[in-house]
Nanobody, 119 residues
Framework: QVHVAESGGGLVQAGGSLRLSCAAS????????MAWFRQAPGKEREFVSR????????YYADSVKGRFTISRDNAKNVVYLQMNSLKTEDTAVYLC????????????WGQGTQVTVSS
């Protein structure tokens, strides 16, 4: 069992930055494949970014490429999502997801953290 908890959301002006954190208790993050998704009101949940197990290869949605960076701190057992040059369309609940392998369904999800970008 893995417990997933996000933090770091908030209100920021367009052009600003936020850093989200995802803590996964019960397992070492370097052994997990972890991802960020987001869901805006009235919209489907969409993939934002992910990082693979062990090797830490990263992937990004086109909409955030060049602005967001996913990283992992093995010592703190946390995965981060650094979000720069935020746009109003980035407003959403951001959710962290975890799976045991680099492919397949995500097994564990956090409750989400709200990110609101004002114009």
């Amino acid at each position: 069992q893995v417990h997933v908890a996000e933090s770091g959301g908030g209100l920021v002006q367009a052009g600003g930055s936020l850093r989200l954190s995802c803590a996964a208790s019960g397992r070492t993050v370097s052994t997990l494949a972890m991802a960020w998704f987001r869901q805006a009101p009235g919209k489907e949940r969409e993939f934002v970014s992910r990082i693979t197990r062990n090797g830490g290869i990263t992937y990004y949605a086109d909409s955030v490429k060049g602005r967001f960076t996913i990283s992992r701190d093995n010592a703190k057992n946390v995965v981060y999502l650094q979000m720069n040059s935020l746009k109003t369309e980035d407003t959403a609940v951001y959710l962290c997801a975890v799976r045991m392998f680099d492919l397949g369904n995500y097994d564990y999800w956090g409750q989400g953290t709200q990110v609101t970008v004002s114009s």
